[in-house]
C-alpha cells in the first residue's frame, strides 16, 4: 500500500536507531533492485552529510560492500552508486524564500525516499517529494514509499500522525502508518542498557521523556525563543480545565483579530488568592470551517460556553486596535461590540476590559518571562491541549531590537501571506498586562527589580501538580 510509515524513537548509533532503520531499508532495496533511484533527505546536507549518511556508509562497511568495487561515492553530486547501477542520493529539503512550494523538487524522480528527522522539515516539502516517487515504483516494489523518522515534537507531524489538538490518538489517513519505538525496542541488549543509562542521567525530565520514553506530551524550552523562561515540564499542565474550572466564577477571554492562519481567543480564569493564572484552553476559528471572522468566532465560543454552563460572566479582552477595525463591512462597528452583541442577550453578561493602547512589545515579552519565572508569587499554568500557544512560546523568535520576530509565510493552498507565530502568545501577553496590572505597572517602570528572583526560589520548592 503506497503512504507515509512514520517511524519514532531515540536517535542511536547502533541496530535499533532511526537512522540505521532507514539506511538499511533503502541500501537494501538498492542491492535488490538495479536501477533505482533512492534519496536520503534532512533540512540541511550539513546535518546529513554528518548523521544518516554516516550511517549508511556504516551499514555498507557492515554488510562488507567495498568502496571502488561495490559502490562509488561522488562527494561533488552527494551520490552513491551501486555496482548495479542503483544510486542513493543526499537531497536537502530546507525551506527558501524564493521557492516556498519545493518546485525544485519537479525534475526529480525517485524509486524511494527516506526523510530524517522530519520534525525540522516543513509538511508541504514532503507532500512534493512524495509526488515525485515515481521512477520504476510498478516494476520494484509496486507503490511508492516514503519512509520518515523523528523525535517526538510539537509540530505538524504530531498532529498528523500521533494526536489530535484534544490530545486524542489519530486514526492515520488511508496509506499512512505511525511505528513507535524507543530505546527498549533496541535488539542489542548490552547496548540498551548503557544508552538507558546514559538517558537517565538527563537532568531535564522533558528531554528524558521524549527521547527515552517517547512521550509526545514533554515540551521542551528552547532558549533562543522570545519566551526563553517557559518550560513546559513546569507549566503546561494534563486535564488542567477538569482540574480548576469555575462555571460560576468569571472566564476571560481574550482576542487576536488576525484571520490567517486562525483567528485566536484564550480563556483563562485568575485566582488571586493562591496568585495564580490558569490558561484552560484555546479557541481557534480556521479558514477551512469559515469560522476565521469575529462573528462567526463569537457564536462557536458562545456554544461552547452555553455547553459549559458558564454562569460567572464573561470578560472580554485583547488586541486594544480591535476597537479601530472590523471582520465585517458595516460601518461604525467594531470587534468588540460584534462580540459584546452576540455574547449578550442571556446569562453570560459579557463585559469589555481592554488597555488603553498596546502595551510596548519588549517590555511586555520581558515581564511574561518575569510571571513564567514567579514575578511577585506568580504562577502560569497552560492546559496541555492549547497546543498553538504552546507552539508560540516555543517558536517565537526575537528580533535584535527585542520585538517579537513575526517572519511571514506563503500558504501553498491558497497563496496568502500571513504570520506563522504569535497570535496566541499576543492574546497570552495582553491578559497578563491588564489582569496583573498592579504588577505590570510596577515591572514597566523598574520598581521591584529582585521580586522575579526571590520569589522564584521559594515556588519552585513549592510546585505541587
Known amino acids: 500500500m503506497s503512504g507515509y510509515r512514520l517511524a519514532t524513537g531515540s536517535e542511536q548509533k547502533n541496530p535499533g536507531g532511526k537512522s540505521y532503520v532507514m539506511s538499511v531499508w533503502i541500501l537494501s532495496t538498492c542491492i535488490r533492485f538495479a536501477d533505482v533511484r533512492a534519496a536520503i533527505v534532512r533540512k540541511t546536507l550539513k546535518?546529513?552529510?554528518?548523521?544518516?549518511?554516516?550511517?549508511?556508509?556504516?551499514?555498507?562497511?557492515?554488510?562488507?560492500?567495498?568502496e571502488d568495487v561495490h559502490y562509488q561515492i561522488n562527494n561533488l553530486s552527494g551520490t552513491l552508486r551501486l555496482w548495479n547501477g542503483s544510486i542513493i542520493m543526499m537531497l536537502e529539503a530546507n525551506s527558501i524564500?524564493?521557492?516556498?512550494?519545493?518546485?525544485?523538487?519537479g525534475s526529480c524522480e525517485f524509486t524511494l525516499v527516506g526523510a530524517d528527522e522530519v520534525s525540522e522539515l516543513e509538511e508541504r516539502a514532503l507532500e512534493v517529494l512524495f509526488s515525485r516517487i515515481r521512477w520504476k515504483v510498478?516494476?520494484?516494489?509496486?507503490?511508492?514509499?516514503?519512509?520518515?523518522?523523528?523525535?517526538?515534537?510539537?509540530?505538524?507531524?504530531?498532529?498528523?500522525?500521533v494526536q489530535d489538538d484534544d490530545g486524542n490518538k489519530v486514526v492515520p489517513r488511508e496509506g499512512e502508518y505511525y511505528v513507535p519505538f524507543s530505546v527498549f525496542d533496541n535488539p542489542d541488549i548490552a547496548f540498551r542498557q548503557t544508552y538507558e543509562a546514559a538517558l537517565n542521567k538527563i537532568s531535564d525530565q522533558a528531554t528524558k521523556e521524549r527521547l527515552l520514553y517517547g512521550n509526545w506530551d514533554y515540551i521542551e524550552s528552547n532558549a533562543m525563543?522570545?519566551?526563553n523562561k517557559f518550560d513546559g515540564a513546569?507549566?503546561?499542565?494534563v486535564g488542567l480545565k477538569e482540574q480548576v474550572y469555575d462555571p460560576s466564577k468569571p472566564i476571560v477571554t481574550t482576542w487576536d483579530f488576525n484571520i490567517f492562519p486562525q483567528m485566536s481567543v484564550l480563556l483563562a480564569q485568575i485566582d488571586y488568592e493562591k496568585k495564580r493564572v490558569y490558561i484552560l484552553e484555546e479557541i481557534l476559528g480556521k479558514p477551512e470551517s469559515k469560522e476565521n471572522n469575529t462573528p462567526a468566532l463569537s457564536r462557536k465560543l458562545r456554544g461552547k460556553l452555553y455547553r459549559d454552563k458558564h454562569v460567572g460572566g464573561v470578560d472580554v479582552t485583547g488586541d486594544p486596535s480591535g476597537l479601530h477595525r472590523s471582520t465585517t463591512n458595516e460601518e461604525g462597528i467594531n470587534n468588540?461590540?460584534?462580540?459584546?452583541?452576540t455574547l449578550g442577550g442571556g446569562v453570560l453578561r459579557p463585559k469589555l476590559k481592554l488597555l488603553k493602547k498596546q502595551p510596548p512589545q519588549v517590555t511586555r515579552c520581558d515581564f511574561v518571562n518575569e510571571v513564567f519565572e514567579g514575578y511577585n508569587g506568580w504562577e502560569i499554568r497552560i492546559d496541555m491541549r492549547c497546543r498553538?500557544?504552546?507552539?508560540?512560546?516555543?517558536?517565537?523568535?526575537?528580533?535584535?531590537?527585542?520585538?517579537?520576530?513575526?517572519k511571514k509565510v506563503v500558504d501553498s493552498k491558497t497563496g496568502v501571506k500571513f504570520e506563522k507565530y504569535g497570535h496566541l502568545s499576543d492574546c497570552l501577553d495582553y491578559l497578563l498586562c491588564y489582569y496583573l496590572r498592579d504588577n505590570w505597572y510596577r515591572f514597566k517602570n523598574g520598581e521591584d527589580s529582585n521580586v522575579g528572583v526571590l520569589s522564584t526560589a521559594v515556588l519552585h520548592e513549592g510546585f505541587c501538580y
Open 388 to 406: 498553538k500557544l504552546t507552539e508560540d512560546l516555543l517558536y517565537q523568535l526575537r528580533n535584535d531590537d527585542g520585538t517579537k520576530a513575526k
Open 234 to 237: 513546569r507549566h503546561l499542565i
Open 97 to 105: 524564500p524564493s521557492d516556498p512550494n519545493f518546485e525544485r523538487f
Open 47 to 66: 546535518s546529513l552529510k554528518e548523521s544518516t549518511w554516516r550511517t549508511l556508509l556504516r551499514v555498507c562497511k557492515e554488510w562488507g560492500l567495498v
Open 138 to 161: 510498478h516494476e520494484t516494489l509496486g507503490v511508492a514509499k516514503l519512509l520518515m523518522t523523528t523525535n517526538p515534537t510539537t509540530n505538524w507531524i504530531r498532529g498528523r500522525f
Open 336 to 341: 468588540y461590540t460584534l462580540i459584546l452583541d
Open 225 to 227: 525563543s522570545i519566551y
